[in-house]
C-alpha cells in the first residue's frame, strides 16, 4: 500500500499509455505504480541493460487502479496492486497469470511472503514491498507517546488530525478501534464504523493518502494516518521530534505486489523486469531508496543496516501479530463505498 503521489515523472506517448490506442515500440514497458516506489536509478539501470524505455505513471489508492483497469482503456504491462485487490483483479480477470519459470530470479522471495490468501500459489502477483499502517505523531505534542487510534477521535485534536483518503484504510482504523476485524461484513457494525468517521471528520484538518508524511513533518498536523515507509523516512530525518506506531488494538499488515495486467502488449518485457528487479543488489537499491520492507531475502546483504534494524521498517513478530490483511469483501464492499461517500459529504 504506499505510497507518496509525487511528480510524474519519465511519462511519454501519454496517448498510447491512457487510450491504448498507437503502436507499441518492442522496447517499450509501461509500468502504473504507486509513487515513490520506484527509484529512478533503478530505472535507467534496467533501460541500460534491455534498452527497454520505461514510461510510469502513478496512482493514490487501489480503487483508482482498479478503475483504470476495469475501463479498459489503460495500457500498461506492470502495475502494484495491494493484497486485497490482488484477488479482486484476479476475479475480474484484469490480470495476466504469472509463469514463475519466467522470472529467473523467483527464488529470492522469502517462502513466508508467498502463497498469501489473496493469491494462492502467487498465480498472478510477486510480493514486491510490505508493511504497516499506523500513526506517525509529533513526540513534542505527546510526549508521553501515543498507543490508540482514540486520539484519532479525541476533540482535543480537532485540526490537527491527517487521515488517508482510502476507504478501506479509514474504516480499519473505526473497526480496530471497536475491537472489530477490519475485514468486518455486519452491515450493522460498518454503520457504527461509519458515524464514528461522520463524526470525526469534523477533526479532520486534511484526508491525503499522497504527502501524508511530509505535512506531518511540516508541523501542519501532529497526528497522520500512514504507511510505515514514507514515516520512517521523515522520523529518520527528525527522530526527536517525530514517531511512528502501530497501536494497541492492531492495524493493516498490507503487502503491496507485482502484476501484468491482462491487457499487456510487452508481456516479455514485463518478464524481464520482473526478474530484474528481484536481484538481490538492485531489489536493495529499491529499498533503500524507498523505505520499504521488501520480500527478496538476499537483498538483505544490500540494504542499509539503519534500514534493516528500523522497527518502523521491519515490524517485529509481535507487531505483526496484531494486525491484519485487509481483504476482498465482495459484496460487502458496495455498501462501505455508499458509507463512504456519506462521510466525505459531511
Partial sequence: MKRVLAALAA??????????????????????IWSAYLPDEVIAEF????????????????????????????????????????????NEGLVHPLDHSKITTWGNLNPKFLNKKFDPENKVSMPYFWGTTGIGYNREKFPDGVNSWGVLFDPANAGR??????????????????????????????????????QQKKLVKTYNS?????????????????????????????????????????????MDAVCIPAKSRNVE???????????PEINAQIVNGCSYASANEPAKKFI???ILSDDDIYPPDEVLDRCEFIED????????DRLWTEIKAQ
Avoid at 11 to 32: D, H, M, P, R, W
Fill in 329 to 336: 469483501i465482495g459484496e460487502t464492499a458496495t455498501l462501505l
Fill in 161 to 198: 488530525i491527517l487521515m488517508l483518503d482510502d476507504p478501506r484504510e479509514c474504516f480499519a482504523v473505526a473497526l480496530k478501534y471497536m475491537g472489530k476485524s477490519l475485514n468486518e461484513t455486519d452491515p450493522e457494525i460498518l454503520r457504527q464504523a461509519a458515524e464514528l468517521l461522520k
Fill in 11 to 32: 511519462v511519454v506517448c501519454s496517448a498510447v499509455l491512457f487510450t491504448g490506442c498507437g503502436k507499441q515500440s518492442e522496447k517499450t514497458l509501461n509500468i502504473f
Fill in 304 to 306: 542499509d543496516p539503519k
Fill in 47 to 90: 533501460t541500460k541493460r534491455t534498452g527497454i524505455h520505461v514510461n510510469y505513471d502513478t496512482y493514490d489508492s487501489n480503487e483508482a487502479l482498479l478503475e483504470k483497469l476495469q475501463s479498459g482503456v489503460a495500457d500498461y504491462d506492470i502495475v502494484v496492486p495491494s493484497d486485497y485487490m490482488v484477488t479482486i483483479l484476479a
Fill in 210 to 254: 499522497g504527502d501524508f508524511h511530509n505535512i506531518l513533518a511540516s508541523g501542519d498536523v501532529d497526528l497522520a494516518h500512514g504507511y510505515n515507509g514514507q514515516m520512517a523516512e521523515v522520523i529518520a530525518e527528525a527522530p526527536d521530534r517525530l514517531a511512528y506506531v502501530v497501536p494497541s488494538e492492531g492495524g493493516t499488515f498490507w
Fill in 269 to 279: 518485457n514485463a518478464y524481464a523486469f520482473l526478474s530484474f528487479i528481484m536481484e
